[in-house]
């Protein structure tokens, strides 16, 4: 017993010094005078929880108290007095979430996958498990009652908390020396201690709990919802709360941790086309709405507005349908604004160009723009159609850009439609601009993803263009001597070897020398210098100074990219 | 052809001119995608006449609002060089102070009107005083350099423009590639005005009599604050140098306050400039007249209801100030109510519509009888009646034709009486029923004026009206009913008149009736006796109260009653009058839809509730809650709502996956290998990069893998 009210304590201890994180997080990072008091604060209400386990084992009623204490803590920082203020509601409890925790995602992530899109009503049958995700139980006794609670769940709901806690304490098993969140300030040591041996705890307990406070009746009101009035009170308040500290609080976990590849454009794309695609027909029905407009677009372009469509989901396969049903018999020019190095230039070019079949060059894109305002003008049966996917496409939003774009749409026989997908888009446009446009605005949400608009973009999770790097590589190489070719390869070799070691700093010069001369590949370190600035030049090889002022050479190729090299050297060789 | 490709973003379809369409199409897409395509072109062509009708007349109006300006611009505009023309020693003497003369031309924040004015501008100036006139913008001059080539530019084409025989000459300059310079300037005016000078005076009296001799040049500055401060100093400082070798007035636009001028420009500069200010009509002037002579007009058979004027109303005054957008706003209400409305070829001047009723085809007639005032009325006839109505089509066409008859006399009675009512209103403290007639047109519009509270209130108001206001009312509503077209106001002036009548004459009963208590008066100065005086005091005391009224008041009382009567029988909102649809345009949410969107909210709602757009029933959730089957960006969002300014992509991941493999209903131990699925990879991979190109996020080098949220408070 004894024992096991020690495991108690700790128990105890690791939620509130989780808490107190949170906390810390929140309000300024005040000194260690405040923390410290923050602490002694924390150790009392430890007292108090465990003086107040002894009087009732009515869970619920402690855990209302528990956070109540909680918001007393975080409320009045220094003073414990509050804790016998009023009882704090459900709906106190859930406006609390407001302020940003790292869990936050998880839990809610369990939590609409609970919520049911068949309309599943949680009944009491939950309540009987309560215990097991208090704050009191003890691991072991929490695990044994969550594989309960796993059979019981799986009669009404899927089984996800149980799976995310899997999930989520995974990796951090996986990684046992370090914690799964980094507080980004140093902490006191024993705090620190505590985090470490907790962090598991914490991942195991905080999700399930919450997700199952989340269907009490207690909380009818969703918790977004309470989220989202909360926020409507001190959005401004929270916002330079948010911004003032320059420390985050987020898990340190990275993808690489997950060991998964990146994926490149290819296979992502083969990927998608396998996913299902979801409400065909609602998204048929929307497609069709928009499309029974078409000839309506066209009356409104000929009276001398111009078209903005924006809403959710790309528009650039309505556009198209657009295009090739009214279009087919009249000049017109499609921009694709997404595309990476689209400019006014380009735009002004092909109009002058291809529709005024005009040759000569211009100064600036002002002639240009004048030269066409000019020719349309004087020929009023020219008439040119201007379909631009994403006007606010980064290359086309400056004010020079939208200036030039806008007085094109101002003269009455070119026809602007023009989408828009940006949420600050509408601010690239002042007074005078929106009344050169004249815009009518259409809202076409189509829920279509946007393909073809990100496809060039250059995310964060697609693999940059390797295979281009790739062959830029080989034709660059191929051009070179053997003995050139030779010299590169084994640095590449060299640096393949190295791929494991984190510190590797490159090949220093003279090593590289040394080896090159081994293999009879130069005869004099000029000879190899005037190689390495060819490389350079085609940015094949790069070059740093070490601390100790060696020159060290470096290949700015990911290591995936050079191996297929490799291989496909060795192939022709 | 394929519109994307990796290497181009531009694509130019260029159909064999063959297959090129010729001209007029805008009638064919008026009918296409439509039901009842019939009469169509009749309605195309009613929709483009009415619209060419009210453009010109907006323009007449601008023109008649800028009158008065440009004849004083132009006054000013002479005088300040008339010493130039006379005698040109003695204007150089002057000119060596070196000031330029400049018209501060004050416009008002309503930007987009400006243009117009300034187009107009320029066109006068050059009918009537000089043919140099040049504008620029300070966009096209970032640098004094291409203030000056501009200017050149503008003046050489001018120039060629003037005289069609020394084209070629000019034509030999501009290709030269003058250096373009203050000097060079100076040069080409002084062989200009020598050409036309010595050439053939006889000759250039012919061609433009009305400039002089040495016409001076207008340099009109169309927005003055967004020019650099650089250039515009410099640019007065040279020509300052250069004033006494050509006559140069500029022209300031300027569209917030004089003190721009001294606030840009420092002491020493404005010191050159010699300025007169001037100012444009306010935009809520321009506004009140275009509603007045567009809207509470019969000229034109079209209308805006209630809802809709209010649209047009909040956008001018919230948004921009702009007439040009109230017009815009108007124009797409005639092409939408053209558009929707088959009734509306009936929406022209009475004797055509009368013509057009004898032609309409039977759906035509099925189209009349599914109209809801039309119900309305057939329900408040005799059943015989009914049944021809709903029956006989040659029946129905001429009850149709009273109808519309009946509108039309609706009309013609409104608008007098209206500005009658106006006229009182105005009158009173506080405006109860608004201090513009387009506010008290939108009251009267909605619903029934004489029922509102505010009407009461203004009732009471008038009935307290000193005598002299109220006959000047009087006055001026007969005015304005004698000025109407409608035949039926002839009782109502009789009626307003004798009301004058009777207070002239009343005038002269209370001079009696003066004259009678002065003599009680008299009278009281007679009794010395305490107790009389006591008597006659409290007498008089008792008359005062018991006489309540006064003839005057009686008056009073009774032309408020005129009034109010004439407002009960003639004032009846639009939605009550049968056949108001086939006038009226009421869809005031389309006007909203497109000329003031909220695309925020609309991307909102799509990724908080798609059930609004997908109309799934798995979609259908709470509020603030969506549901797990929501489309996979709807759930990266939530997901990503939850998180403070950075967000750990893997987290984000991992919370995904665990939202979409809950419902697929995948058997946990199939995923329980720590590796998500690849294609809910990819599917997060999607979302997320659509998130960016939406602008919610952005990739952030804090921290690895991670991404910075670039909104707050889930909006």
């Known amino acids: 017993m004894s024992q096991l009210e020690l495991k108690r304590n700790k128990v105890l201890e690791a939620r509130f010094v989780a808490d107190e994180d949170v906390l810390k997080h929140i309000s300024d990072n005040g000194g260690v005078k405040v923390r410290k008091d923050r602490a002694q604060l924390a150790l009392n209400v430890k007292r108090f929880v465990k003086k107040l386990e002894n009087i009732s084992d009515d869970d619920e009623a402690q855990e209302i108290l528990e956070e109540q204490n909680y918001v007393a803590v975080l409320g009045a920082c220094a003073e414990d007095s509050l804790r016998n203020g009023p009882s704090a509601g459900g709906g106190k409890i859930y406006s609390f979430q407001t302020p940003k925790r790292s869990g936050k995602m998880a839990e809610l992530a369990s939590e609409l996958a609970q919520t049911p899109g068949k309309n599943v009503t949680f009944d009491s049958s939950q309540y009987p498990e309560k215990p097991a995700s208090t704050p009191q139980s003890s691991k072991k006794y929490s695990a044994s009652n969550k594989a309960q609670l796993k ?19 995974a990796p951090s098993l996986r990684s046992d020396s370090e914690s799964d969140y980094s507080a980004s300030c140093s902490e006191e040591e024993e705090e620190d201690k505590d985090h470490k041996e907790t962090s598991d705890v914490i991942l195991d307990q905080k999700t399930p709990s919450k997700t199952r406070a989340a269907p009490t009746p207690a909380s009818k009101k969703t918790p977004a919802k309470k989220l989202k009035e909360e926020m409507m009170s001190n959005l401004v308040e929270e916002y330079f709360e948010a911004h003032s500290s320059s ?83 009249s000049v017109h020019l499609v921009v694709n604004g997404f595309f990476p190095s689209i400019t006014v230039r380009s735009i002004l070019n092909s109009i002058t160009e291809e529709v005024l079949d005009h040759v000569g060059t211009f100064r600036s894109p002002l002639d240009q723009l004048d030269l066409i305002m000019k020719r349309f003008k004087e020929d009023s049966s ?70 073809e608009e990100t496809s060039y973009e250059n995310s964060l999770l697609v693999q940059q263009s390797g295979s281009l790097a790739l062959s830029s590589l080989t034709h660059v190489l191929h051009s070179l001597t053997p003995n ?20 590797y700093p490159g090949l220093s010069f003279q090593d590289f020398y040394q080896r090159c001369r081994e293999a009879f590949l130069v005869n004099s370190d000029l000879t190899l210098r005037a190689q390495l600035t060819e490389f350079r030049d085609h940015k094949l090889i790069r070059t740093k100074r070490g601390t100790d002022g060696v020159e060290y050479l470096l290949i700015p190729v990911d290591n995936g990219t050079l191996t297929d090299f490799l291989e496909k050297e060795d192939e022709d060789m | 052809m394929s519109t994307s490709s990796v290497s181009k973003g531009c694509f130019v379809f260029k159909p064999s001119s063959k297959k090129r369409r010729i001209s007029s199409p805008t009638a064919d897409y008026f009918s296409e995608g439509k039901n009842d395509s019939e009469d169509s072109g009749l309605r195309f062509a009613t929709c483009q006449l009415l619209w060419k009708q009210i453009n010109s007349e907006t323009e007449k109006i601008q023109e008649e609002l800028n009158k008065q300006l440009f004849d004083n611009l132009i006054s000013f505009l002479r005088q300040s060089h008339s010493e130039f023309q006379t005698k040109k020693t003695e204007w150089m003497c002057r000119m060596k102070t070196s000031e330029i003369p400049t018209a501060a031309l004050v416009l008002g924040v309503n930007v987009t009107d400006h243009e117009v004015t300034f187009k107009s501008l320029s066109e006068v100036l050059q009918d009537n005083i000089t043919p140099y006139v040049v504008s620029l913008q300070a966009k096209e001059c970032p640098g004094i350099k291409h203030l000056l080539q501009k200017l050149m530019g503008q003046l050489m084409d001018r120039c060629v423009d003037v005289d069609l025989s020394e084209e070629e000459e000019c034509v030999n300059i501009s290709q030269k590639k003058i250096r ?129 004027l209010q649209v047009l109303i909040n956008i001018f005054l919230y948004h921009d100030f702009s007439v040009q957008n109230f017009i815009k706003g108007f124009q797409l209400s005639i092409v939408e109510h053209f558009y929707s409305q088959p009734l509306s070829m009936l929406c022209c001047q009475l004797l055509e519509a009368k013509k057009r009723v004898n032609s309409l085809s039977h759906n035509q007639c099925e189209n009349i009888r599914g109209l809801p005032s039309f119900r309305r009325y057939v329900e408040s006839q005799i059943s015989e009646k009914q049944i021809a109505l709903l029956t006989e089509d040659s029946f129905l066409k001429e009850v149709t034709q009273t109808l519309l008859e009946d509108l039309h006399i609706y009309h013609e009675n409104y608008f007098p009486v209206l500005r009658c009512l106006h006229v009182f209103t105005t009158s009173l403290p506080k405006y109860p029923l608004g201090k513009q007639i387009r506010e008290l047109h939108c ?58 009548l009777r207070f002239q004459n009343l005038e002269a009963e209370t001079n009696e009736v003066q004259d009678v208590s002065v003599s009680s008066q008299k009278e009281l100065q007679k009794k010395t ?62 006007l909203r839809e497109h000329l003031n969107a909220a695309p925020r909210i609309a991307l909102h709602t799509a990724l908080n509730n798609p059930y609004c757009y997908l109309k799934n029933q798995t979609l259908k959730s709470d509020v603030g809650c969506i549901s797990n089957t929501a489309p996979d960006i709807c759930i990266v969002y939530k997901l990503h709502l939850e998180c403070g300014r950075l967000i750990n992509l893997v987290d984000w991941l991992e919370a995904f996956s665990t939202v979409v493999t809950a419902v697929e209903g995948t058997d946990p131990d199939s995923v329980a290998t720590d590796q998500v699925d690849e294609i809910i990879h990819a599917r997060f991979i999607r979302a997320v990069s659509e998130l960016e190109l939406l602008g919610f996020i952005k990739p952030s080098k804090q921290k690895t893998d991670h991404v910075a949220r670039l909104t707050w408070g889930g909006c």
């Open chain 1, 247 to 329: 420390k985050v609080l987020t898990s340190d976990r990275t993808l690489q941790k997950l060991q998964k590849r990146k994926l490149d454009q290819q296979t992502l794309l083969v990927l998608l086309n396998k996913a299902p695609p979801a409400f065909t027909a609602e998204l048929k029905e929307l497609n069709q709405q928009h499309e029974s407009l078409f000839s309506k677009w066209m009356l409104q372009l000929h009276l001398g507005f111009s078209i903005v469509l924006y809403g959710l989901g790309s528009k650039r396969d309505l556009l198209e349908k657009f295009r090739t049903s009214l279009l087919q018999d």
């Open chain 2, 180 to 308: 373009c310079s203050m000097a060079s300037l100076s040069k080409w005016y002084e062989s200009v005005t020598k050409k036309t000078g010595s050439e053939t005076p006889s000759k250039k009296r012919t061609s433009s009599s009305r400039h002089w001799q040495f016409p001076p040049i207008v340099v009109i500055f169309k927005d003055m604050e967004s020019f650099t401060t650089k250039v515009l100093q410099d640019f007065i400082i040279i020509s300052s140098q250069h004033i006494h070798e050509f006559p140069l007035v500029f022209i300031f636009g300027i569209a917030t306050s004089p003190m721009i001028i001294h606030r840009l420009l420092p002491h020493s500069v404005s010191s050159l400039l010699c300025i007169e200010l001037f100012q444009s009509l306010s935009c809520k002037e321009h506004l009140a007249t275009v509603i007045d002579k567009l809207l509470l007009t019969t000229q034109f058979p079209f209308k805006l209801s209630e809802k809709v």
């Open chain 2, 529 to 590: 006796d305490l107790y009389h005086l006591q008597k006659t005091l409290l007498e008089l005391k008792e008359s005062k109260r018991s006489k309540k009224l006064t003839k005057f008041e009686m008056l009073r009382f009774e032309v408020v009653d005129f009034i109010d009567s004439l407002v009960r029988s003639y004032l009846a909102p639009a939605e009550m009058q049968t056949l108001n649809e086939v006038v009226y345009f009421n869809t005031a949410n389309i």
């Open chain 1, 151 to 169: 059979s019981k769940k799986n009669e009404f709901v899927s089984t996800t908390p149980y799976r995310l806690r899997k999930r989520l304490t």
């Open chain 1, 484 to 503: 050139a070719r030779g010299i590169f390869r084994l640095l590449a070799q060299y640096h393949l070897e190295n791929k494991d070691n984190p510190s």
């Open chain 2, 443 to 500: 009251a009267c519009l909605g619903k029934r004026v004489w029922e509102t509270e505010e009407y009461g209130s203004a009732v009471q108001l008038l009935r307290m009206l000193a005598k002299a206001e109220l006959v000047a009312i009087l006055q001026k509503c007969v005015e304005i009913f004698t000025s109407s077209s409608g035949k039926q106001f002839s009782n109502t002036v009789e009626k307003l008149e004798e009301f004058l």
């Open chain 1, 382 to 451: 020219v008439e040119l159609y201007l379909l631009i996917h994403n006007l606010d496409s980064k290359m086309l939003r400056g004010d020079k850009s939208q200036q030039i774009l806008a007085q094109l749409a101002s003269l009455p026989n070119i026809h602007l439609i023009a989408s828009i997908d940006h949420i600050n888009a509408p601010l690239m446009w002042d007074q005078a601009k929106q009344s050169l446009y004249n815009w009518l605005w259409y809202e076409t949400t189509t829920f279509s993803p946007y393909l």
